[in-house]
């Protein structure tokens, strides 16, 4: 469990109102401060580079046509986590339609599993442990994959992003007490899947 | 508190969901009761295990390229806005110059465009209750649509002097004039877009059906056109649909959406439709949508080439 912290509000206070006026250089500056929190919860999520590029671009473009309407009521990060959290949210459901098994990276060599793309980048000196892993990494994915797509976004939010359960609430538009039910829920169906 | 009690909070004490007092009741329970204390290791090893899922971070070059497209997009957008909306002048002068500026197709659109800002205007001066003298006003950009599910609302954000908000429900006739308005006329895709998003859920009226059809048939996006067709699926026995469907199979230089104008002429095997189809099986470049109409004219028995 891995917990971000924001950056400091003082800095984007100034860098909101500038890009409200249409700065563009504010805007960069804040897409530079948190586009890669966005695509690593996206990829994380999506588990495809071509979804997590375009629910990036999606969010981020939304973020920049209603920051007019942006009113510092919540913090910047929660207000832009909240716009791609749903997003992914509705790449899931449309996935869980479709049944798609979307964990696939182009790379040089063509399409490749996204997980074995990840482990690649490890050095293990053990290729035994290393496999077991592996093993149990894959069996993990496939739980998670089994999640409904709300489930999967609060397990993602909370046990990966280390988010608290009442800002996840907030940003799915649901109560702490839902969310903490969905994260229940969550853990129970990996439970009964890993045992 | 009791053993039980205890194991129901083990997890939110170790995803730190307790408040202080909750985490010290845990706590100290948890150093008299050997079982409540094994029950915490074997839920710290379980959340500790699913932490064995590979993070993906995304990679520098990943990040730089979803900047780069990203800000193309973004100063592409604002191009366009400021080339399709005059701003600093007067509302008389604006709709003039966007009258003069546009093809003899757009011109009928136009009209709907008057007729949307003279509603939406008097609604807005009144409902404002600002000092805001019409004669005055300025429309330089409409920056947003958007639709709250939970509400059931529309949002439309656009710049008159500054940015203004109209929300209401889909069957408000202002919000049902501006959606129009930005559909048939506005410069911007992304609004075009979101705007036809919205509209197709209320395609069972005529007059959204029609503005559907409008961009099907006339939008220079394929964006625009595809939402629009999407809109449109559930009518595509419709005579207009129809003929609508097939300009999109004979003439729409997008493969993606000649192979869904297709698909939707299919469900119904139409006779009247064998010379269109052996056209189009003849003439057409890509395979999906050629075999397609071999396969149609197969079925309905007809020759798949014209004689």
Known sequence: MNSRPAPALGQDVALIQAAQQGDHDA???LVRIYDQSVLRLALNLLRS???ARDAYQEAFLKAYRNLAAFR?????????YRIVTNICLDHLRR????KEDSAVMETADGPRDLFDVVQDTRTEADPERDLLRRELGRRIEDALARLGPRERVVFELKHF???RLRVIGEMLSTSEETAKNCLYRATQKLRAALA | MSCDEIKSNISWYLYNELDEMERRVVEDHVETCQGCAAEMERERAFLARLGKRSEIEPSPGLVAECRHDLMRSIYRADRLRRQSAPTGIGLGDALQRLWLGMGA?????AALCLLAIG?????WVRNGGRNSNPGDATIANISGVNLDPALGQVQISFDEMRNQTLKGRLQDPRIRNMLIYAARSYGNPDVRMDTIEILKQQAE???IRDTLLYALENDGNAGVRLKALEGLKQYSKEAAVRRALIQVLTGDNNPGMRVQAVDLLMLAQDQSLVGVLQGVAQKESNNYVRMRCQRALREMNASVESF
């Open chain 1, 161 to 163: 992003q280390g988010l």
């Open chain 2, 105 to 109: 197709w757009r011109r009928p659109a």
């Open chain 2, 119 to 123: 509603f939406f205007g008097g609604g």
């Open chain 1, 49 to 51: 580079e071509q979804d």
């Open chain 2, 205 to 207: 009226e005529q007059e």
């Open chain 1, 72 to 80: 510092f009521e919540c913090s910047f990060h929660t207000w832009l």
């Open chain 1, 27 to 29: 805007f960069e500056e």
């Open chain 1, 95 to 98: 996935r869980s339609v479709r």
